[in-house]
């Protein structure tokens, strides 16, 4: 009823630096996510040698890149903040369905 109407006070810089770390954190996911499914086709078997070789290189460089964009944009600490909070929040997410998974087989 007697609601006032309040700006929020959004400071342009902060937003862009978070939302520059948050886009740079999923590319280190994304690149986490590459090397593994790369060394299982290793160990698989599934690469020939060119293959690892174009592979390795590629990940290098985009862990190169992913780098000089941190350090360009002086977001090391966001991106690891950033980081540090989606680990917390999947561990809370994998806790959550253990002991819903544990609750429901003792149920039975």
Same mark, same amino acid.
């Given at each position: 009823?007697?609601?006032?109407?309040?700006?929020?006070?959004?400071?342009?810089?902060? #937003?862009?630096?978070?939302? !520059?770390?948050?886009?740079?954190?999923? #590319?280190?996911?994304?690149?986490?996510? #590459?090397?593994?499914?790369?060394?299982?086709? !290793?160990?698989?078997?599934?690469?020939?040698?060119?293959?690892?070789?174009? #592979?390795?290189?590629?990940?290098?460089?985009?862990?190169?890149?992913?780098?000089?964009?941190?350090?360009?944009? %002086?977001?090391?600490?966001?991106?690891?903040?950033?980081?540090? %909070?989606?680990?917390?929040?999947?561990?809370?997410?994998?806790?959550?369905? !253990?002991? !819903?998974?544990?609750?429901?087989?003792?149920?039975?």
């Amino acid at each position: 009823m007697g609601e006032k109407n309040r700006a929020i006070d959004i400071n342009e810089e902060n #937003l862009k630096q978070g939302l !520059m770390a948050l886009v740079v954190a999923l #590319l280190e996911i994304i690149n986490s996510t #590459l090397r593994h499914q790369a060394i299982r086709r !290793m160990d698989a078997g599934s690469l020939t040698d060119e293959e690892i070789e174009r #592979l390795g290189s590629a990940l290098k460089n985009i862990d190169r890149a992913v780098e000089e964009i941190k350090e360009e944009h %002086g977001i090391k600490e966001s991106v690891r903040s950033v980081r540090d %909070g989606l680990d917390d929040a999947l561990n809370d997410i994998v806790a959550n369905a !253990m002991d !819903m998974s544990s609750g429901y087989g003792s149920r039975q």
